[in-house]
């Protein structure tokens, strides 16, 4: 069987052998019934400009190009950095401002609930009038008081109890003193009145105290001056 060449097989031969060059544009007409008309352009942008130079010129040309590349690239980096940075800043702030707010909220509440905490107290301290409740109904009180300074204590609520420590104006409240004719004790905190109370480091209440000093000359004791 004879092999002849048709003038459509020469057009095909002629459309799909171009060779490839640079800065040449390569157009393939030829498709398939899965494929699209592809059209191949050049991305050499300096195929036209470096023709026509020589050798030194066209490395000097390259090395600028490159040092162009390079400022691009450490401009780019340091944007890039900056935008890190910035961001993790951001994140930091915000996490710091979430955690303030919880806390103060936190603060809020337990400060508000802890008159309903000193009433109990103030209840368990008249121990004549305690003592002639129902049995039964005190206990359940006294639960009722314990779950509720459990519940206090787990958000990080602590009691103030600085009797027998010197004396702190900075974290306690004096509003009265009991004499004694022991020097060692002066100055020193000798009974809590009111309990003082501390949210993590942070005082909230201070405790309201008597401390122990030096007796008048025309003092009884023991006796206390209010």
Known sequence: MDNKITPDDTTKKANTDI??????????????????DIEIESYNEDAEFSEGMSPQDRIKHLREKLRE?????????????????????????NAEEKEYFLKFSRESIITDLLPVLESFHMAFANKEAWEKVDPAW?????????????????????????????????????????????????????????????????????PKVKIYGEAPLDATLPGNKE
Not at 19 to 36: A, W
Request: hydrophobic share 30%; net charge negative; charged share 30%.
């Open 19 to 36: 060779p490839l060059g640079s800065g040449v544009d390569i157009l393939r007409e030829e498709k398939t019934e899965d494929e699209d």
């Open 69 to 93: 590349c390079i400022k691009d690239k450490q401009e780019y980096l340091d944007g890039w950095q900056r935008l890190k940075a910035d961001f993790v800043n951001f994140k930091k702030r």
């Open 138 to 206: 005190r206990s359940g009180v006294e639960h009722i008081h314990t779950q509720f300074v459990q519940v206090l204590a787990g958000y990080g609520l602590t009691e103030i109890d600085p009797t027998g420590k010197p004396f702190d104006p900075n974290e306690q409240m004096s509003i009265g003193t009991t004499y004694t004719t022991d020097t060692a004790k002066y100055h020193t905190v000798a009974e809590v009145l009111q309990t003082g109370y501390k949210l993590g480091d942070r005082l909230i209440k201070a």
